[in-house]
């Protein structure tokens, strides 16, 4: 399903770089480069436009291409994602190619990646799929719908909330499950196992075309290959220290049952409610109440339909 029908209320400041000089790649997949060092280490990798109206992650490999920046240790693995719904990407009606044929971030599934079924993003999620299978360490740029503060999506286990940490950004730093129209990316395989050491990192760097969520990819991507030990710390130092992090745990996802969602209000996430049981939106006649105090509110949406997640509730990780 396409978001033709959702306006767009922010100006499109980010660009949107060619990626066509990327589209050879050197691993035998389109769009999909993997430098060796030589020396012992992780296989780090980090994605863009997994959605294909959000530039930021875009901007944030072609940083690393310009610079001619390798791995010091391991491989370091750099993916173009959903390129079809990227080249579609038009300004003027910038939520339009947010997929083509559906959500890429919704396909990570054994069950829909063996199935039988095929779009365009399923097709490209099983092309890339084999590059994931040695993957230690993913960070998957993305960006958000509304103005809002960052976050950091961890999942669901202590490891990457861990890795979370040592990357220092952004502020606010959320383990959730997921959603239940699909898996994600970040939740593949071994990623959302609590015995493997394999680890992803989901991050939201604001709002899809604000120069800001440019600035963060760039930065949030040096500090991850810092803390994998990917890349020299020498290339993090003039980013100066970190602000410190706020964990949160989603305790609970809505995933929409009815025909209509409606908000109590405009919110655009990062909003605390400090009492439990206050009202925040309706699915269908269902009231939506947050469930404990101090409950932020995740990243409610603009596509409120039947199946789709309308917001999480997370809480301070101290309430968990």
Not at 121 to 147: G, K, N, T
Not at 271 to 291: K, S
């Amino acid at each position: 399903m396409s978001e033709i029908n959702i306006p767009n209320e922010y100006a499109v400041e980010l660009p949107t770089p060619d990626i066509e000089p990327y589209a050879d790649g050197n691993t035998g997949i389109p769009f999909v480069w993997r430098f060796d060092s030589g020396q012992p280490g992780p296989n780090v990798m980090v994605s863009a436009i997994v959605h294909g109206n959000e530039p930021c992650g875009v901007i944030a490999l072609e940083w690393l291409f310009q610079k001619g920046i390798k791995p010091i240790a391991g491989t370091l693995t750099l993916a173009f994602m959903n390129v079809e719904a990227y080249r579609a990407f038009d300004p003027a009606d910038p939520f339009k190619t947010r997929w083509l044929d559906e959500d890429m971030n919704r396909v990570w599934g054994d069950e829909v990646l063996d199935g039988d079924r095929t779009s365009i993003e399923l097709r490209r999620a099983r092309e890339v799929r084999p590059i994931l299978e040695d993957i230690d360490y993913l960070l998957d740029i993305h960006s958000m719908q509304h103005l809002a503060p960052p976050l950091m999506m961890s999942g669901r286990h202590a490891k990457a909330k861990e890795l979370s940490v040592k990357i220092g950004v952004p502020e606010l730093v959320v383990g959730d499950a997921g959603h239940a129209a699909g898996r994600r990316m970040r939740d593949y395989g071994a990623f959302d196992e609590a015995r493997s050491e394999k680890t992803a990192l989901l991050i939201e760097c604001g709002q899809h075309w604000a120069a800001a969520s440019g600035t963060l990819a760039v930065e949030a991507m040096v500090r991850f290959l810092t803390a994998t030990g990917t890349i020299s710390r020498e290339l993090a130092e003039p980013l100066g220290k970190t602000p410190g992090q706020q964990c949160f745990t989603v305790v609970q996802a809505v995933t929409i049952e009815s025909e209509t969602f409606t908000f109590e209000k405009p919110f655009t996430g990062g909003e605390v409610i400090a009492d439990a049981g206050t009202l925040v939106g309706h699915d269908g006649d269902r009231p939506i109440r947050t469930p404990a105090k101090d409950t932020m509110l995740v990243m409610p949406s603009k596509r409120l339909w039947r199946g789709q997640t309308a917001v999480r509730f997370a809480v301070p990780d101290r309430q968990t």
